[in-house]
């Protein structure tokens, strides 16, 4: 579970220190976060269910190891069109991207309901504070850039299948995400049947900072589902 994306879902769930951010901000691409999650959660005590969003979905599940997996708003067959460029003009020039995601214009932008039109129910619900809490551990070093465009530029690699994740997983999605919109989830679903399917009414891809009431709920359902299954406690992640 990412913290800021995820801080009042964790708060509402009343999660803490079993729960614990296993997408460290390494270089390389979703190939190598997905060799550092499996050599983590190999070492853990306890059985290690993630939880996560958006373009973490390649690299978690490409990941082994975990004991559950609960995927939200992300790619699944297809990358959204925003991430897809990106990808493109990492892949074409590193540098060029580096540039443009620095914190000035890369939060301006976000913040903007040019950019959160898509990914919010309400643009103006958004403030520039928030926005720039959720994007500016990834951008404000040379370092984070450097991760980030790394990160985006694998994208234009197939993406990880769902063969290789545990039999329990599940999906938590937006009924509204226009970037990852419900097609994603059903190839999800078609493949996993029997799964753990929530939809959160009117959520797009931002659903747990805007509802995380909803959240929380699909999270501790999950969870406790996962619970009643397997003994232990469970660490998360995003």
């Known amino acids: 579970m990412e913290h800021g994306l995820f801080a009042e879902v964790r708060r509402r769930l009343g999660l803490g220190a079993e729960v614990e951010l296993l997408d460290p901000a390494a270089p390389g691409g979703w190939k190598d976060r997905a060799e550092v999650l499996s050599e983590r959660v190999a070492r853990a005590p306890r059985p290690v269910v993630a939880v996560a969003h958006g373009l973490a979905l390649p690299a978690v599940f490409a990941a082994s190891g975990f004991a559950g997996v609960l995927a939200m708003d992300g790619p699944i067959t297809r990358l959204d069109p925003v991430s897809s460029l990106l990808a493109r003009v990492a892949g074409a020039s590193p540098r060029l991207l580096a540039n443009l995601v620095r914190p000035g214009p890369w939060v301006g932008w976000l913040s903007s309901s040019a950019g959160l039109r898509r990914a919010v129910m309400n643009p103006y619900a958004m403030d520039r504070d928030t926005v720039g809490a959720?994007?500016?551990?990834?951008?404000?070093?040379?370092?984070?850039?450097?991760?980030?465009?790394?990160?985006?530029?694998?994208?234009?690699?197939?993406?990880?299948?769902?063969?290789?994740?545990?039999?329990?997983?599940?999906?938590?999605?937006?009924?509204?995400?226009?970037?990852?919109?419900?097609?994603?989830?059903?190839?999800?679903?078609?493949?996993?049947?029997?799964?753990?399917?929530?939809?959160?009414?009117?959520?797009?891809?931002?659903?747990?900072?805007?509802?995380?009431?909803?959240?929380?709920?699909?999270?501790?359902?999950?969870?406790?589902?996962?619970?009643?299954?397997?003994?232990?406690?469970?660490?998360?992640?995003?």
């Open 134 to 238: 959720l994007a500016m551990s990834r951008v404000e070093t040379a370092a984070g850039r450097a991760c980030l465009v790394a990160y985006l530029s694998s994208l234009v690699d197939p993406l990880p299948g769902l063969d290789g994740l545990p039999p329990r997983a599940g999906v938590c999605w937006g009924g509204a995400d226009g970037l990852y919109p419900a097609s994603e989830m059903d190839f999800f679903v078609a493949r996993r049947p029997g799964g753990f399917v929530r939809v959160i009414p009117g959520g797009k891809l931002m659903h747990p900072v805007e509802q995380p009431w909803a959240v929380a709920d699909a999270v501790g359902e999950f969870l406790s589902e996962f619970s009643r299954n397997a003994a232990g406690a469970t660490s998360v992640s995003g």
